[in-house]
Nanobody, 120 residues
Framework: QVQLVESGGGLVQPGGSLRLSCAAS????????MGWYRQAPGKQRELVAT???????NYADSVKGRFTISRDNAKNTVYLQMNSLKPEDTAVYFC??????????????WGQGAQVTVSS
């Protein structure tokens, strides 16, 4: 019921910035929270940041002070502003939408992934 389309990935030098976007469509009203996760080669997928419908945010310790998650006024697009990027931030970043409906229950939807490479 929910489709997520990511954009904004790319190559950036250490210390640089990137902004990821995730546009949600479909059954938007079912979304309780959205977030960003990332997975580097040989690593488990890890939470980067989340934001609830009420605006509460949560960040991984590794990105606190550098990354900012936000959403637009329509609450159907989530952004991840990434500043002071480090090589260890290199990963595929996945947008996530957490939904709940009485018919299906809890369900997570995922974007296609956006490659972020931090290298000089």
């Amino acid at each position: 019921q929910v489709q997520l389309v990511e954009s904004g990935g790319g190559l950036v030098q250490p210390g640089g910035s990137l902004r990821l976007s995730c546009a949600a469509s479909g059954s938007i009203s079912s979304i309780n929270a959205m977030g960003w996760y990332r997975q580097a080669p040989g690593k488990q997928r890890e939470l980067v940041a989340t934001i609830t419908n009420g605006g509460s945010t949560n960040y991984a310790d590794s990105v606190k002070g550098r990354f900012t998650i936000s959403r637009d006024n329509a609450k159907n697009t989530v952004y991840l502003q990434m500043n002071s990027l480090k090589p260890e931030d290199t990963a595929v970043y996945f947008c996530n939408a957490e939904t709940f409906t009485t018919s299906i229950g809890s369900y997570d939807y995922w974007g296609q992934g956006a490659q972020v490479t931090v290298s000089s």
